[in-house]
């Protein structure tokens, strides 16, 4: 469980985060807002990635200020540009690198690696060099390095900009079908209508927290669109 107490920030001395007081239980959480709205800042809060200036994250109990590394266990996060996250020369390597510390077997670290580059449609790029997969595969093998440590928490901040539509697919159907929490950013508001609770962000508050289809009207309203016009921003038609 995720729970954020009177969360605030800012970068130099720009106000990013006001108040956000939060208690995330629900199994999808779907993060909406505009451009600019603090929505990274705040995703970057739940696995510790940025301390608050004030205000507490907890993870299961867990204090993001003083327990990083048990947080980080707990949360996968995956970001929105996937050259963030993509530290080894190979594919396989680079889904490797998050088993080395877990005390498996290789055999067993093995199984897994073969398992997730298959899933994700990675298999024939195994021993390719990690950085020139096209912006797709990044963003794929992004996600498999982190679900293949299956984490408790998955944050996901955007993980679908630079997918193709069979990719956007993959992924949403392998969000939709994951057991652990998951909360996503994201612009694609159809993403989002079938979760459990959606929250809009703007100036860096949360100013609806509900129901997808009134989150969404909320939001589309808020960036002057009448309903039914913003479905899908940012998409060509
Ligand atoms: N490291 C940083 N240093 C200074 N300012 C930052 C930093 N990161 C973000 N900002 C600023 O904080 C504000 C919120 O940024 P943030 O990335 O959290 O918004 P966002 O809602 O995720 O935006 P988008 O939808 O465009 O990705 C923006 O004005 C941004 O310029």
Redesign the pocket.
């Known amino acids: 469980m995720l729970t954020l107490e009177h969360v605030t920030h800012a ?2 001395g ?1 106000p ?1 985060l006001s108040d956000i007081s939060l208690r995330l239980t629900e199994h999808r959480i779907g993060v909406i ?11 970057r809060t739940l696995n510790g990635l940025i301390v608050p200036d004030s205000g507490r994250v907890w993870v299961d109990g867990l204090d993001t200020r003083r327990r990083a590394r048990e947080v980080r266990q707990r949360v996968g996060f995956v970001f ?1 540009d996937p050259a963030t996250q993509i530290i080894m020369p190979t594919v396989a390597e680079d889904i490797e690198i998050g088993l080395r510390d877990s005390g498996l077997s290789r055999a067993e670290i093995t199984r897994r690696v073969d398992a997730v580059l298959e899933r994700y449609d990675l298999a024939g790029h195994r021993d390719h060099p990690a950085h020139l997969l096209s912006g797709g595969q990044k963003q794929l093998l992004a996600l498999a390095a982190v679900l293949v440590t299956e984490p408790d928490i998955l944050v996901c ?2 993980p679908t900009t630079l997918l193709d539509l069979r990719n956007v697919a993959l992924i949403e159907r392998t969000l939709r079908e994951l057991p652990q929490q998951l909360v996503l ?1 994201t ?1 694609h508001l159809e993403t989002v209508m079938d979760f459990d609770r959606v929250l809009v ?1 703007d100036e860096g508050r949360v100013v609806f927290d509900g129901e997808p289809e009134p989150a969404v009207a909320h939001y589309t309203e808020l960036m002057g669109l009448a309903p039914g016009t913003g479905a899908a921003p940012g998409r060509t038609p």
Not at 33 to 42: C, D, E, I, M, V
Request: hydrophobic fraction near 30%; aromatic fraction near 10%.
């Open positions: 970068y130099d720009c990013v807002g505009a451009n600019g709205s603090g929505k990274s800042t705040l995703a929105s901040d955007e950013f612009h962000v």
